[in-house]
């Protein structure tokens, strides 16, 4: 337990490092290191994907106030988008949750490590969206948020590798659609780890200190570590060249996904 400990405050410095200096949800370097650590655990492949995301889920929830909250004292939160997409986004997170208990391991980690390598591809090259119009009108807003929710929910992210494209696309300015992402990861990961609480609870495989799927030994280390830590990740961004850092931590997360894949 203390090694796994240890385990957990390391991901949570990563993933706490991650987020201050790329702005990337720490899902991406979580829901890897709880597989490994979890598997060695021995925790059944039955439950091992779920809990990985789930748990991921729960850090977010955690670590996504401070965040929120800077950005909108900054006045970087646009309220309005955000209460557009608020249902479609909390509905659309409890059925990711929902969908993902009924999902092998082989296929969440095929999902998963597919979107890594979208992700390694979008930084490694600097991928952009461009501009095409402006936002729609409610039911389109409800419906992007049904979609970010959903998928975010289904592989353990705070969904802003979905709500910035999607918002930039639509005309937001960059600041306004990070701060407002980041606004819409807080419903995304509490709807999709109550999600996983409920159709969690009772499985006989799950091990001791779970809460359906979540497992708060490796919450409350990740937790506490990357709420530490991020601060130090966003002053880094300040003085080290972002277009290496994001290159070198794209292969990173390619050799990662072309693991998961090939597992």
């Given at each position: 337990?203390?090694?796994?400990?240890?385990?957990?405050?390391?991901?949570?410095?990563v993933?706490?490092?991650?987020?201050?200096m790329?702005?990337?949800?720490?899902?991406?370097?979580?829901?890897?290191?709880?597989?490994?650590?979890?598997?060695?655990?021995?925790?059944?492949v039955?439950?091992?994907?779920?809990?990985?995301?789930?748990?991921s889920?729960?850090?977010?929830?955690?670590?996504?106030?401070s965040?929120?909250?800077?950005h909108?004292q900054?006045?970087?939160?646009?309220?309005?988008?955000?209460r557009?997409?608020?249902?479609?986004?909390?509905?659309?997170?409890?059925?990711?949750?929902?969908?993902?208990?009924?999902l092998?391991?082989?296929?969440?980690?095929?999902?998963?490590?597919?979107?890594?390598?979208?992700?390694?591809?979008?930084?490694?090259?600097?991928?952009?969206?461009?501009?095409?119009?402006?936002?729609?009108?409610?039911?389109g807003?409800?419906?992007?948020?049904?979609?970010?929710?959903?998928?975010?929910?289904?592989v353990?992210?705070g969904?802003?590798?979905?709500?910035v494209?999607?918002?930039?696309?639509c005309?937001?300015?960059?600041q306004?659609?990070?701060?407002?992402?980041a606004?819409?990861?807080m419903?995304?990961?509490?709807?999709g780890?109550?999600?996983?609480?409920?159709?969690?609870?009772?499985?006989?495989?799950?091990?001791p200190?779970?809460?359906?799927?979540?497992?708060?030994?490796?919450?409350?280390?990740?937790?506490?570590?990357?709420?530490?830590?991020?601060?130090?990740?966003?002053?880094l961004?300040?003085?080290?060249?972002?277009?290496?850092?994001r290159?070198?931590?794209?292969v990173v997360?390619?050799?990662v996904?072309?693991?998961?894949?090939i597992?």
């Open positions: 337990m203390v090694l796994d400990l240890i385990v957990y405050l390391a991901a949570g410095c993933s706490g490092l991650i987020a201050g790329f702005g990337l949800g720490g899902g991406v370097v979580i829901v890897p290191v709880l597989i490994f650590v979890l598997g060695a655990q021995g925790v059944s039955a439950v091992l994907m779920q809990m990985a995301v789930a748990s889920l729960a850090v977010i929830v955690i670590s996504s106030v965040s929120v909250r800077a909108s900054l006045g970087g939160v646009d309220w309005s988008i955000f557009g997409m608020a249902a479609g986004i909390v509905l659309g997170a409890l059925g990711g949750a929902v969908l993902a208990n009924f092998s391991f082989d296929v969440l980690r095929n999902v998963f490590g597919a979107f890594l390598l979208a992700v390694a591809a979008q930084m490694g090259f600097g991928l952009k969206p461009r501009t095409q119009g402006r936002l729609p009108g409610a039911l807003l409800n419906l992007a948020g049904f979609g970010v929710g959903g998928f975010s929910a289904l353990g992210i969904g802003g590798t979905l709500t494209p999607f918002l930039s696309r005309g937001v300015v960059m306004k659609a990070v701060g407002t992402s606004a819409c990861g419903p995304i990961a509490a709807a780890t109550l999600g996983f609480v409920i159709t969690g609870w009772g499985r006989p495989e799950l091990p200190y779970a809460t359906g799927y979540v497992y708060w030994p490796a919450v409350a280390g990740i937790a506490v570590a990357s709420y530490l830590v991020a601060p130090l990740g966003a002053r961004a300040h003085r080290l060249p972002p277009r290496l850092l290159r070198i931590f794209a997360l390619s050799l996904a072309l693991r998961m894949l597992a």
